[in-house]
């Protein structure tokens, strides 16, 4: 007889005995770019060995499991707030806008969301409870995550063709030292959130 190892010990739910949705985005911390959530409806008995924080894995993996996320999960959708929005609401409200967006998307409607995270406003008529590390603890949220991540990232490369002395399909909008050097080559683009410091003092 074989056994498979589990790699990772990913609880299936935190509310036993109803249609429970992981929620988590991707973003917060970039330059550039909209924030992008996903909410993610798994059935209990759902395992896949790479499954994990998406910050956990490495690019090929999470295109990997964002197939295998799509096609086997019970629901799924994302959805995005833009940099307008962000520098209107701030990034932890529109990181929860994206975050209501995507459960609005979902196909089934669930009975409780499962968030990561420690803050959240309540979306309708819908209970949450929010984990900090929850990417590393339920499967639903870490699938979520791997969504968020997988579609931005395809969502940045596409913006890098149209503003390409930015480097973001290296980047991706985060503030790493060739992305700044760029901004203060080049100047900020209109992807660029207005509301976060996008240059040291000490450049």
């Known amino acids: 007889m074989f056994f498979i190892e589990r790699k990772n010990l990913l609880q299936p739910f935190a509310r036993e005995?109803?249609?429970?949705?992981?929620?988590?985005?991707?973003?917060?911390?970039?330059?550039?770019?909209?924030?992008?959530?996903?909410?993610?409806?798994?059935s209990a008995d759902f395992f896949h060995q790479l499954l994990n924080d998406s910050k956990?894995?490495?690019?090929?993996?999470?295109?990997?499991?964002?197939?295998?996320?799509?096609?086997?999960?019970?629901?799924?959708?994302?959805a995005q707030a833009d940099v307008e929005e962000i520098d209107?609401?701030?990034?932890?409200?529109?990181?929860?806008?994206?975050m209501h967006r995507?459960?609005?998307?979902l196909s089934q409607k669930p009975?409780?969301?499962?968030?990561?995270?420690?803050?959240?406003?309540p979306y309708p008529n819908v209970p949450h409870t929010c984990f900090v590390k929850g990417?590393?603890?339920?499967?639903?949220?870490?699938?979520?995550?791997?969504?968020?991540?997988?579609h931005r990232d395809a969502y940045m490369e596409q913006q890098a063709l149209d503003f390409p002395q930015y480097g973001w399909e290296k980047s991706m909008g985060y503030p790493t030292q060739a992305h700044r050097t760029a901004i203060t080559k080049w100047g900020a683009s209109p992807l660029h959130r207005k509301s976060f410091t996008l240059l040291p003092k000490i450049m």
């Open 102 to 105: 995507a459960i609005s998307l």
């Open 135 to 150: 990417d590393s603890r339920f499967a639903s949220i870490a699938a979520a995550s791997v969504l968020a991540k997988t």
């Open 56 to 78: 956990q894995l490495t690019r090929i993996q999470r295109n990997l499991l964002r197939k295998v996320i799509e096609e086997q999960a019970i629901a799924w959708a994302v």
């Open 111 to 121: 009975h409780h969301l499962i968030i990561d995270g420690n803050r959240f406003t």
């Open 17 to 42: 005995g109803c249609i429970e949705a992981g929620c988590d985005e991707a973003g917060r911390g970039c330059l550039a770019g909209p924030v992008f959530a996903a909410a993610v409806i798994l």
């Open 88 to 98: 209107r609401l701030n990034i932890l409200n529109a990181s929860i806008l994206a």
